[in-house]
């Protein structure tokens, strides 16, 4: 089945303490793309990635990293996540620019 | 940046009603998309729509590109209970390295049966 799939789905972590939520593809798709959603303010873009080794920040990029080594996976990187990172994340992927989005089902994330 | 104003922002209507919603915006954009989301779930895509003026449909969804192509519309005939989630418009503008989808900020549909 083609989709997208974040790990893990929930997660609860303290201030400080690095995470990473792993983002994987099965669709051989270029893009990638990481988005925030938060109540009132809808879905903002993190970070983005056009191919292999090839990343770019988005909108909100402050307190993230990502990296792109292989085609399907597009890791997610807080170093020292703080609680105003407390969201949910989605990762996304698409083979064509305008072919709109494929997204995972999201990562709850809460920092204390 | 780029902002989409999405109206309503939320609905209740009656099972068997006709939805409709729309996104406008200060911006030219050369893509529309219109995606669900159901809870706990990410956005699933519904309609793109790649041409101004181009009307297009997915059963009982039809979505229009707006003429300015800085707006969309999208109805829902005949709602049945599960069409209740949220709603987005997403715009798309070509050129640049950034493949970035821009967000309305979602309407919120809910039916009664």
């Known amino acids: 089945e083609a989709q997208v799939t974040q790990n893990p789905r929930y997660l609860i972590t303290v201030t400080g303490k690095k995470l990473t939520v792993t983002c994987s593809q099965n669709m051989n798709h270029e893009y990638m793309s990481w988005y925030r959603q938060d109540p009132g303010l809808g879905l903002r873009q993190i970070y983005y990635s056009m191919n292999v080794e090839v990343t770019d920040k988005g909108d909100v990029p402050e307190g993230y990293k990502v990296s792109r080594k292989e085609k399907r996976n597009f890791p997610l990187i807080l170093e020292s996540p703080s609680p105003n990172q407390t969201s949910l994340y989605f990762c996304a992927s698409s083979f064509y620019r305008g072919n709109g989005y494929t997204f995972g089902s999201g990562t709850r994330l809460t920092v204390v | 940046g780029q902002q989409l104003n999405q109206s309503p922002q939320s609905m209740f209507i009656q099972e068997g009603e006709d939805v409709s919603m729309n996104c406008t915006s200060s911006?030219?954009?050369?893509?529309w998309l219109w995606y669900k989301q159901d809870p706990g779930e990410g956005p699933v895509l519904l309609i793109a729509l790649y041409k101004a003026g181009e009307l297009t449909s997915n059963g009982r969804l039809t979505a229009q590109f707006g003429i300015t192509r800085k707006d969309s519309f999208l109805n829902i005939s005949a709602s049945i209970p599960s069409d209740v989630g949220i709603y987005f418009c997403?715009?798309?503008?070509?050129?640049?390295?950034?493949?970035?989808?821009?967000f309305g900020k979602g309407t919120l549909l809910t039916v009664n049966p």
């Open positions: 997403a715009g798309l503008v070509s050129g640049g390295s950034n493949y970035k989808l821009t």
């Open positions: 911006s030219i954009f050369n893509t």
